[in-house]
């Protein structure tokens, strides 16, 4: 049996994920929950960390790498922001020690982008990741979900990228808003959706005054729940789409992220014409954990 | 001492308001709370109705004439729609008749559009009160509020209409999403404001990827919570602008809202040259109440 090497986290705003992991790059075993930080005073961590650990069986002496939120002001310890253009490589050499843990943590920095102000703690280890696996690649990134990023990534560095909140709004949309009386929480039709995404391309104007018609087709029109829920998102990606069109304009994207999400992704750049692949979100979070891992190694002889 | 006339209602999702007027549409008293639809079954309406009669000494014989959500089909009694364009005396012809109460209690209907499909139901009973000063009125109105309606009025109608659900989405970005975290309650800044509605007017398609930009500018950059508010503020009433463009391109706009939000829309109008007035909602809701029990009185011989 392979002997553990180092353990790889991922502490969000709103979940918690490790694993275990080999000195191959293996994953031996792995635990989550949802203990992100958004519930966890700073204080928090180093207790929530150390059940985990523990309940794993993993001894005192190895090494811990976390990426995320933990490492915000809000958050466990400060990794201050790397500031973009920036190499990817920085992440590890760059991450902080945790000081008040008798573990030996260390958490990697976010980015930061200046002008236009922007800000991204997990993406960035994601993207390494990808690098990780395709140390030649140079193009667009996005990585869908609360945060939708998009990252121009070139000569192993993030160039720039920006952030719409798609996700984030879908959910109060979907979940909250006085649309949420229109909406089923698993109906969808792929004829809704791309309509809605070929309306937003169109003519990405109109999309503040389609939001409410969703819910006025509902009380007066012969529209499905389920192509309700669809044409909002169409409606809110496509909106996406025009607000980052030098992003994907001239360029082959790769999407990061859940895989129903980036399947719908896939379908909004089949309608424009974008060449797009799908990766899966936690191969590279763990091959972006592994990459920092072993540049810390180098860098610090850990 | 006038004599009670009549009893007029304004009955929202979220707030209740009760006038007791004289025949002369003077308000002789008043009462309000926050029993709306959203927090009543179909059976309480009766109930808090009397309750609040009854605590003002309003006789059993008085009529009452209710417009808003209470008339919707998850209200106390549906109101059918009157389909636009439509006359706005028709409010008062068509009145429901509510069965299941010992008082004289009428609903007038909302108004629904077919194509684009839209709806609304309280704001008609505004325009008419503004049509109930101003009969000649011909124009825009807008009432800005959670969800804004702007209305176009001819030949004492309603022509058509458009929503945005500005106030709902401001609401959100602002005490919910992760914006919130950098919003003061109170705070404002003009210079903001008057930016933001600059840069949504003349890059409307940027507002999606500038909304986090407000969030990434307070992590790194030198901006105040009073100024991510208003900016905030200034990318959605500029969206909505734009969005609505067919109805203020080349018209004067009579706004109808709460007098602080209505001064927000003016300072916007004010940067695109839109000469604007803005009417308080409270006396346009009354008299649009008033006129319904005028024609009422005409039609029933109530």
Known sequence: ????????????TSSFRLWVMDASGEVLNST???????????????????????????????????????????????????????????????????????????????????????????????????????????GTVCLPGTHTKWVRVAD?????????????????????????????????SDTAFANAVAVALDDPTSVPRLLFAIRAEMLIGEQSAAEARARLSGLLIGQELVATRPYWDQENVTLIGAPKLCDLYLQAFEQIGIAGRAMDSEAMTVAGLLFAYQIQQETHHV
Request: charged fraction near 20%.
């Open 156 to 188: 192993k560095s993030i160039l720039d990228f920006e952030t719409c909140m798609t996700g984030e709004q879908f959910a109060f949309f979907s979940e909250t808003s006085v649309l949420s009386h229109s909406m089923t929480v698993e109906g969808w």
């Open 1 to 12: 049996m392979s002997q553990t090497s180092f353990v790889a986290v991922d502490w969000g």
């Open 32 to 138: 989550q929950g949802p203990f992100g930080m958004s519930r966890l005073k700073p204080t928090d961590f180093s207790r929530v960390l150390e059940e985990n650990l523990n309940k794993l069986g993993v001894d005192a002496d190895v090494p811990v790498v976390i990426c995320g939120m933990a490492g915000a002001a809000q958050g466990w310890c400060e990794a201050p922001y790397l500031t973009a253009p920036t190499r990817l490589d920085a992440l590890g050499k760059c991450a902080v020690a945790v000081a008040n843990t008798m573990r030996h943590v260390r958490i990697l920095p976010g980015i930061k982008q200046l002008s236009p102000a922007n800000v991204m703690r997990g993406e960035e280890t994601q993207i390494s990741g990808l690098l990780h696996h395709h140390p030649d690649f140079s």
